[in-house]
């Protein structure tokens, strides 16, 4: 009999055997090893080994480490995880997860009872493992790209909260592509994709909102250079679109020497008071809440004026910049929850570059006051982005 885990077939099977290999191993109920193997792995019961040859997963069950849907058996869970690049510790050139702070109790949302700030306390996440340069994942053939593709999401296996809230979103199969250089029309896929996913996360009763995002970078955090983004469900308002929301934030539609392009119904410019040294916002000249009330038109025109303000980035030091970009849009809307009619759809581009190669640390003062010192003049900034041509 089979069930999933992370939407994926696996197979439920009992028993022990002595003297396999460490990738086909399996551990009885009693076991000290399992229990040791258990509490090193640590991830939400599993104990996760590799195995090169099974193109499934299998697991061996016992009660707290329950799969449901699986008949009960007296086994302890394991994962044989077949695909080399979760090989942990065992795969040549790939550095193993940090399991000295690694907790694989569920995620936990706590709230700072002073500041009312919220932070997703997700120990078991510390076992991400670090990929290798090689073999990436999100190729095809790859462990999350099993067949060709032009865009695609997929649960993440490591979601920073529980209840399948967390997407990654492969752009393109191209390992050494950007976005800009997806072109309009697999830019415009990748659009229709985030709003397709807006809609269907924003459907469900236990999401409040929506947030399309990418970390571009090591800089920034991303373990993966495949071009790829994340979208997050929240149960909840963020406190800082819950801000943006109450102040009722509106485009910039006059920004002056702060203007950096404008296509169609969309503009693009650097923001006035910028947290980081470089800062772009895009939005349309229009009023729309979110996404999927874009129209056709609209959707092909930020697919243009992405692609043009990506690539004038990546001009700006002569490589490519890593940043950090996210969609401001609506909260879910349906029975009961207000409607944000006056949200305006904007996006976010930041990078925390102040010259090339050369990365602006917040520091304590500006964590301490919530104050932030920006050593690069908007204006001129919005200069240099302007005298650089776009993508197309």
Not at 257 to 275: D, L, S
Not at 291 to 313: K, M, Y
Not at 363 to 391: I, K, M, S, T
Request: glycine letters at 10%; charged letters at 25%; hydrophobic letters at 35%.
């Amino acid at each position: 009999m089979g069930t999933c885990i992370g939407r994926r077939p696996i197979d439920v099977m009992c028993g022990s055997t002595q003297g396999r290999s460490p990738a086909n191993r399996r551990f009885t109920v009693g076991s000290s090893r399992a229990r040791a193997e258990l509490a090193q792995q640590g991830t939400r019961g599993d104990v996760v080994v590799p195995s090169r040859t099974m193109q499934r997963s299998q697991c061996v069950r016992n009660g707290p480490h329950d799969v449901g849907g699986a008949p009960p058996c007296d086994g302890v869970r394991v994962l044989l995880l077949w695909d080399r690049h979760l090989a942990r510790r065992t795969t040549p050139g790939m550095t193993g997860p940090d399991t000295g702070m690694t907790d694989p109790r569920p995620a936990r949302d706590r709230v700072d009872p002073y500041l009312g700030t919220r932070v997703h306390v997700v120990g078991a996440r510390q076992a991400r493992p670090n990929l290798p340069r090689s073999g990436c994942p999100f190729c095809v053939g790859g462990l999350e790209a099993p067949e060709p593709y032009d865009v695609r999401w997929f649960p993440n296996r490591w979601p920073a909260m529980e209840g399948d809230r967390c997407d990654v979103v492969l752009y393109t199969s191209e390992h050494d592509a950007t976005f800009w250089s997806l072109g309009v029309d697999g830019a415009r896929k990748v659009v229709d994709l985030w709003a397709d996913r807006t809609t269907e996360l924003g459907a469900r009763d236990d999401v409040d909102f929506v947030l399309v995002f990418e970390n571009r970078g090591p800089e920034v955090g991303a373990t993966i250079s495949h071009p790829h983004g994340q979208i997050y469900a929240y149960d909840h308002v963020p406190a800082r679109p819950a801000a943006r929301l109450g102040a009722r934030w509106r485009p910039d539609l006059e920004p002056g020497a702060r203007a950096v392009v404008a296509h169609g119904q969309w503009t693009a410019w650097v923001p006035f008071a910028p947290r980081f040294p470089v800062e772009v916002a895009v939005a349309p000249v229009e009023q729309a809440p979110d996404l999927p009330s874009l129209g056709d038109a609209a959707r092909e025109e930020l697919a243009v004026v992405l692609i043009d303000v990506l690539a004038r980035l990546d001009q700006l030091y002569d490589q490519p910049l890593p940043y950090m970009m996210w969609l401001n849009q609506r909260p879910t809307t349906g029975p009961g929850r207000p409607g944000y009619d006056h949200a305006w759809f904007n996006i976010e581009i930041v990078s925390p570059w102040r010259s090339a190669g050369v990365q602006r640390f917040i520091a304590a003062a500006e964590v301490a006051g919530d104050e932030y010192f920006n050593p690069v003049v908007p204006e001129d900034l919005a200069d240099r982005l302007r005298g650089l041509p776009g993508g197309r």
